[in-house]
């Protein structure tokens, strides 16, 4: 999992910096209609197969189904080395679309695939280790990308394929697990109002969801707050992603240690500490800005841990969960962006006082569903 969270990203972040500081030409569009066109074909697969994904994750031998889909995104590796040698920007945007699907497909096997390997009780170390990864994925695949498609592209190209290789490689030590009993293939539409029944776990989804529409905003406008707003040199980027992947790890952690206590307290001191972080960063000053950066992104790693564990204590149906979860992300996403650049680059609005107005839509998202985490 962790080396297909890289390559989406070292995938996603070379296209961006080619079309941007290469000017590679695709189709003649503008690099930010581009930029945006890359974004939407990796989401929306998300909502588009849920229902797919869900049903195959049920009704497929994990091991097999696994194998499967590593083995595609190691051919989509090779497309977009490809891709990226002869300089070719079409492609790699159709490779991005691709790993959009591929995502989406494994989505609901991985959180489902956990359960079945583990015992229930050790359930929360390891969903931690799953958050960690995935952001420290994140932080990797754009440092890298950012660099090397501009100074490196055979060692990326090594890379990407080198990542899928281990993916692969990684499936051999499963272990053999069987598949589910039959399951007929549900729409999406059937998924969401299965899902809507489940007062706790739909909550859980929704708290879920704000965790990564805030969580979307603040990596997509890292580089203007860098630049614009504490007037740091482009470089330092990497080194405000660093602390924003930093303070979701100690949350993770954090989270690990706090495990004894109520899950509706965990989740309401996460986005109260989000809210708590971004007021930090409303000073001028960047040194004390930096404590708020690590104490906003520990804030969601603290929130989201629990409730992502809320949504695998039914191995029946965690795939469908997933699904339905997935949806309410890319929807989530989608919508945050939007809303942002009215709010920010129409309204102009400053973007300290829209992530804190976001950081307090969190907390009241969560406090509106305590009530039905609380049967937890």
Known sequence: MFSGATNDNLVKTAFIVAITALSWDVFTLSPVVLANVAALCFILPFIVLAGFAAHQANVQTPKRWLMILKTIELVLALISAIAIYFELGWLLLLCIAGFGVQSALIGPLKYALIPQLIEQADLLNKNAWMESATFVAILIGTLIASDWILNSTIHLIILISLMACIGLMGVFFLPHLDRRADHNQRSIQYLVHQQRQDRQSMSAIWCISGFWGVGSVWLTHLPMLAVDTWQLSPQSVGTLLSYFVLGVTLGACLGVLL???????????????????????????FQTATIGLVLTSAGGGF?????YTLLQDDTAVVANRIAVNNIANAMMIVGTAIVSLIVVGLLE????????????????????????????
């Open 259 to 285: 495990k004894e206590r109520h899950l509706t307290t965990r989740v309401i001191a996460g986005a109260s500490t989000m809210v708590f972080g971004t007021l930090i960063l409303q000073v001028s000053d």
């Open 303 to 307: 929130l989201a841990l629990p409730l």
């Open 349 to 376: 609005l400053e973007l300290l006082i829209w992530l804190l107005v976001l950081s307090v839509g969190q907390l009241f998202l969560c406090l509106y569903h305590r009530s039905n985490l609380s049967f937890s």
